[in-house]
């Protein structure tokens, strides 16, 4: 399930954080670790991180503008700027508008276009005025009348204090550029439904809904009557849509996660576990608004800083402001963290319980590839979810989503929706989506492919006949978001007198249990 996009005003969800001292005492964990999962299959399968040089500069925009100093000889920086590709927009001007229709987007394009020109005739003025005074300095190089020379230091003063204001104007209206074009979604694939989320296309349907011959129970009856929840204490300690889960159900937590690792591990990803506090500025360049007013973002009060929404964003950021090696692409990596979000807006008795809540664990694949790569990894991603739901036994179905249902960054979009018997109706257990180069151009993650002096053997003097880089592709997918596999599995698995078998894949993951029982006879 990908973290939503949303764009919009300057309010946001605050969170205080204070440091409270506590002494530590080291546990013993019973449940199994990820170093026996590593052991329990080939850890040569695992990839080093890839060598890469971090270029700031290399991954500059097609725009730029220079640093001004004012009269306080203070430096004023200009924001963080993605490496829009402008006069592909210019030129593809029709294709982009239908793009932002179609996708219901609030991106105004034509004032993007509108500045675009504004800051290329600027960059044309300062250039031609920074000729002039190097034409003056040159001037001054030979002999001159004090006079002449005096009329040369007024001209080249005149000049230098247009290209200083022309500057400022730069950097306002390159900033403001940025923040317009920001906006603009990434196109979408030929193939994707138009209309909204109603218009999405059945890409697949796998088994059939469970026949019961009694009455069944939601995850929420389920939850009680097996001591497994509790949404009370949760309340009174947290807030709403929060929980406390007990007994098996921590058990089904960690076998859900350490299995998914398992099996994702075995098709060659890396696994990782990340920070889940990031930067504003790396949420924003994920194609995400951390402060925008239905945004689903934590933000932390008195900071530049975020809880995550999902795995994507620090995965994402590892490899930020840098050159890979073609040789090293694709990387694969499986990221387990903990995701928190506001959930604005969501309410109704479909997000009762575990459904939709603000803090949950999520394990996500993260693939960053060559461009002519990323349509085929989209197929493995979604190939890998969907084996991942039927080794469960799950009913379920995967959607082609339709274009207004598309965040920002995604270039097409496969949602999972699964059976829960309880709620009567398919859920969203999980998605892939291929961003294509919208994430790498904001967070300058580029790669040099191979020359053909390196192909073909030859040894070139350094620095020479070198591949032009290019903006890699980036695609997410969940391969597990516990809460609504909870759901699933406890709705779909239950039985006549009250328990609920566990799937034979997690038993070994769970200290071998097969069957959580009632924990009294009057259920």
């Known amino acids: 399930m990908g973290l939503p996009s949303c764009l919009g005003s300057s309010t946001f969800q605050a969170l205080r954080l204070t440091t409270i001292p506590i002494p530590f005492k080291p546990l013993v964990s019973k449940t199994l670790t990820l170093n026996l999962l590593l052991c329990r299959h080939n850890c040569s399968q695992r990839h080093p991180f890839p060598f890469q040089a971090r270029a700031r500069a290399s991954s500059a925009p097609d725009i730029q503008a220079s640093p001004i100093v004012n009269s306080d000889d203070k430096v004023v920086k200009p924001q963080w700027k993605a490496a829009v590709n402008f006069k592909w927009i210019r030129d593809n001007k029709d294709a982009v508008a239908n793009n932002i229709r179609i996708r219901n987007s609030n991106a105004n394009l034509e004032l993007v276009l509108e500045l675009y020109e504004r800051v290329s005739n600027i960059q044309k003025e300062v250039e031609r005025l920074r000729g002039e005074r190097n034409i003056v300095a040159s001037k001054m190089k030979g002999k001159l009348e004090p006079s002449e020379r005096q009329k040369l230091i007024e001209e080249g003063k005149n000049l230098k204090e247009g290209v200083m204001k022309l500057e400022e104007d730069l950097i306002r209206l390159t900033d403001k550029l940025q923040q317009e074009a920001q906006c603009i979604p990434n196109m979408s694939h030929p193939d994707v439904p138009v209309g909204g989320e109603d218009c999405s296309t059945l890409r697949k349907m796998v088994g059939s809904p469970r026949k019961f011959g009694f009455t069944i129970k939601d995850h929420l009856q389920l939850g009680k009557d097996l001591d497994l929840f509790d949404f009370d204490a949760a309340a009174e300690v947290s807030g709403s849509k929060f929980y406390y ?16 690792l398992s099996e994702v591990m075995k098709r060659g990803f890396t696994p990782l576990t990340t920070p889940e506090i990031v930067r504003s500025s790396v949420v924003e360049k994920c194609g995400f608004q951390p402060r925008g007013s239905n945004t689903q973002v934590y933000s932390i009060e008195g900071s530049d800083q975020c809880l995550i929404g999902t795995a994507e964003i620090p995965v994402g950021g590892i490899h930020m402001d840098s050159i890979l090696a073609e040789s090293m692409l694709p990387l694969k990596y499986v ?23 603000h803090q949950f664990s999520k394990v996500e694949m993260f693939i960053i590839c060559r461009p002519e790569d990323s349509n085929s990894y989209h197929e493995e991603l979604i190939g890998i979810e969907e084996d991942l739901f039927s080794l469960l036994g799950l009913h379920f179905k995967t959607l082609d989503m339709a274009s207004g249902d598309l965040g920002a960054p995604a ?3 496969y949602d999972v929706e699964a059976w829960m018997p309880g709620l009567g109706r398919y859920g969203e257990i999980s998605s892939a989506s291929n961003c294509t180069d919208y994430q790498s151009r904001r967070l300058g993650i580029r790669y040099r492919p191979a020359s053909s002096e390196s192909l073909s053997g030859n040894n070139p003097k350094k620095g020479m006949n070198l591949s ?33 078998i566990i799937p034979e894949p997690l038993r070994p993951f769970m200290g071998g249990l097969e069957l959580i029982t009632p924990k009294s006879s009057d259920i």
């Open 411 to 413: 270039y097409r979009k």
């Open 335 to 357: 990221a387990f963290s903990h995701c928190f979000r506001t959930e604005a807006g969501a309410a109704g008795a479909a997000t009762r319980g575990l459904y939709r809540v």
């Open 468 to 500: 032009p880089t290019q903006f890699v592709h980036t695609l997410n997918a969940t391969a597990c978001a516990v809460p609504r596999m909870i759901v699933c599995l406890v709705e779909n698995y239950q039985q006549e007198d009250g328990s609920v």
């Open 245 to 260: 889960l007990k007994n098996e159900a921590v058990m089904l937590e960690m076998g859900l996660i350490n299995w998914t």
